[in-house]
């Protein structure tokens, strides 16, 4: 079970993070402005953000299994038609259609691992499939750079074939035991959870922090004389070094609850939202964005565990708990990815970046103030054996 959601979130993102490397290129073949490239980026997670509470009902009604099979066979399609089309309109629906097969799959790979995973090690095993997800960005600007070389169409005709492949995988792959089928308002109670909440709101940031980079980021090494496969080797590198982080902040959030991996993701996330914007040189940007950006991919694994044990607790089905993580993860970057294009050719790249600067302060802050005030904050699950340390645990 975990190989497979691992694969299924693994491809997902690498169709998703393909086009950073390439969007110089769209630019140029589509006539796109920042405000245009922008909503290109912004149109994969404005379809998660549609897909989202429907993958939920439907996983909650017929299972993981029969929602990934969807979500794969939309994303192979989607993605021949986003590999030889040119005119923006079409890249634009291609990549929103990506977006609503995302939420598919997604939604049925983390429902399924967390309904089969042990409670203690939930945040651990949620940690592996967000770093099989960070390992498929990193192939995913490693089949951009190819499309730069040999051309969009060829490079994701055999990009897609992987997704058959999983169809016909998904078929050997024992399903995990069944929850009892539920409707869309028995999310209603996870909204007034402060555990739910303030994983939903975690996801939001890092669909904002990723949405402002990836449309700022690969223009300006770009404006800065890099080529195409040089931006994919540095969003390359920062994948590597995210996947490597996404099951240490696992591990620290089931023993430590996920304030710590939060207060330390968010603290670095400060910093590389400043200094981004003002590095003027091409290698000293790509040392930054190598560094600095794997944390806020981070954020992704203790927000994960917040909302599947919140939804445990509330007894909620842990594929709608999903959908509304992917929803606020969603709707951050849709909105995030076209308003920072926008916003950033409006007034300066540097408006958006401390923006995002602000926003993750105002979240640390509150981290804090609840931790050291003794309210009910992000914690480690609530059973003994998961907050002792190991000696006790022993």
Same mark, same amino acid.
């Given at each position: 079970?975990? #190989?497979?959601?691992?694969?299924?979130?693994?491809?997902?993102?690498?169709?998703?993070?393909? *086009?950073?490397?390439?969007?110089?290129?769209? +630019?140029?073949?589509?006539?796109?402005?920042?405000?245009?490239?922008?909503?290109?980026?912004? #149109?994969?997670?404005?379809?998660?953000?549609?897909?989202?509470? !429907?993958?939920?009902?439907?996983?909650?009604?017929?299972?993981? @299994?029969?929602?990934?099979?969807?979500?794969?066979?939309?994303?192979?399609?989607?993605?021949?038609? $986003?590999?030889? *089309?040119?005119?923006? !309109?079409?890249?634009?629906?291609?990549?929103?259609? =990506?977006?609503?097969?995302?939420?598919?799959?997604?939604?049925?790979?983390?429902?399924?691992?967390? %309904?089969?995973?042990?409670?203690?090690?939930?945040?651990?095993?949620?940690?592996?499939?967000?770093?099989?997800?960070?390992? &498929?960005?990193?192939?995913?600007?490693?089949?951009?750079?190819?499309?730069?070389?040999?051309?969009?169409?060829?490079? $994701?005709?055999?990009?897609?074939?992987?997704? /058959?492949?999983?169809?016909?995988?998904?078929? %050997?792959?024992?399903?995990?035991?069944?929850?009892?089928? =539920?409707?869309?308002?028995?999310?209603?109670?996870?909204?007034?959870?402060?555990?739910?909440?303030? /994983?939903?709101?975690?996801?939001?940031?890092?669909?904002?922090?990723?949405?402002?980079?990836?449309?700022?980021?690969?223009?300006?090494?770009?404006?800065?004389?890099?080529?195409?496969?040089?931006?994919?080797?540095? $969003?390359?590198?920062?994948?590597?070094?995210?996947?490597?982080?996404?099951?240490?902040?696992?591990?620290?959030?089931?023993?430590?609850?996920?304030? @710590?991996?939060?207060?330390?993701?968010?603290?670095? /996330?400060?910093?590389?939202?400043?200094?981004?914007?003002?590095?003027?040189?091409?290698?000293?940007?790509?040392?930054?964005?190598?560094?600095?950006?794997?944390?806020?991919?981070?954020? $992704?694994? !203790?927000?994960?565990?917040?909302?599947?044990?919140?939804?445990?607790?509330?007894?909620?089905?842990?594929?709608?708990?999903?959908?509304?993580?992917?929803?606020?993860?969603?709707?951050?970057?849709?909105?995030?990815?076209?308003?920072?294009?926008?916003? +950033?050719?409006?007034?300066?790249?540097?408006?958006?970046?401390?923006?995002?600067?602000?926003?993750?302060?105002?979240?640390?802050?509150?981290?804090?103030?609840?931790?050291?005030? &003794?309210?009910?904050?992000?914690?480690?699950?609530?059973?003994?054996?998961?907050?002792?340390?190991?000696?006790?645990?022993?």
């Amino acid at each position: 079970m975990v #190989a497979f959601t691992c694969a299924i979130v693994g491809v997902d993102t690498v169709f998703f993070s393909a *086009l950073t490397p390439l969007l110089p290129h769209y +630019a140029a073949v589509a006539g796109l402005s920042k405000a245009g490239a922008g909503v290109l980026i912004g #149109a994969y997670p404005a379809g998660t953000l549609i897909g989202s509470l !429907p993958s939920g009902a439907l996983v909650a009604r017929f299972g993981d @299994r029969s929602v990934a099979l969807i979500g794969l066979g939309l994303m192979s399609l989607s993605t021949l038609a $986003f590999g030889w *089309l040119t005119a923006a !309109p079409v890249l634009d629906m291609a990549r929103f259609v =990506q977006g609503i097969a995302g939420a598919c799959t997604g939604t049925a790979a983390l429902s399924g691992l967390a %309904t089969a995973a042990p409670r203690e090690r939930r945040g651990e095993l949620l940690g592996y499939d967000l770093g099989a997800a960070v390992v &498929g960005a990193l192939f995913g600007p490693v089949v951009g750079a190819v499309a730069n070389a040999v051309g969009p169409g060829p490079a $994701f005709s055999a990009a897609s074939v992987a997704a /058959g492949l999983l169809i016909a995988i998904s078929f %050997t792959v024992p399903a995990p035991r069944p929850e009892a089928p =539920q409707r869309l308002r028995a999310a209603l109670p996870a909204l007034r959870d402060r555990q739910v909440v303030m /994983g939903m709101w975690l996801m939001a940031l890092a669909g904002i922090a990723f949405g402002v980079i990836d449309v700022l980021a690969p223009l300006r090494l770009s404006r800065l004389g890099s080529s195409g496969t040089v931006i994919a080797a540095t $969003f390359l590198c920062a994948a590597l070094a995210e996947s490597a982080l996404s099951p240490l902040a696992g591990r620290m959030s089931d023993r430590f609850g996920p304030a @710590r991996p939060l207060t330390i993701a968010l603290i670095a /996330g400060i910093a590389c939202s400043i200094v981004v914007p003002l590095t003027s040189t091409a290698p000293w940007l790509i040392a930054v964005l190598i560094a600095g950006t794997p944390f806020f991919g981070t954020l $992704f694994t !203790p927000a994960s565990a917040l909302v599947s044990e919140g939804s445990a607790g509330l007894g909620l089905h842990q594929g709608i708990g999903f959908a509304l993580s992917n929803l606020t993860w969603a709707a951050g970057q849709a909105t995030a990815a076209s308003a920072s294009g926008a916003l +950033a050719q409006a007034t300066s790249d540097l408006v958006p970046y401390l923006l995002l600067a602000f926003a993750c302060l105002g979240t640390l802050a509150v981290i804090l103030r609840t931790r050291d005030g &003794g309210q009910t904050t992000p914690s480690a699950p609530a059973t003994p054996d998961a907050r002792a340390p190991a000696d006790e645990r022993s």
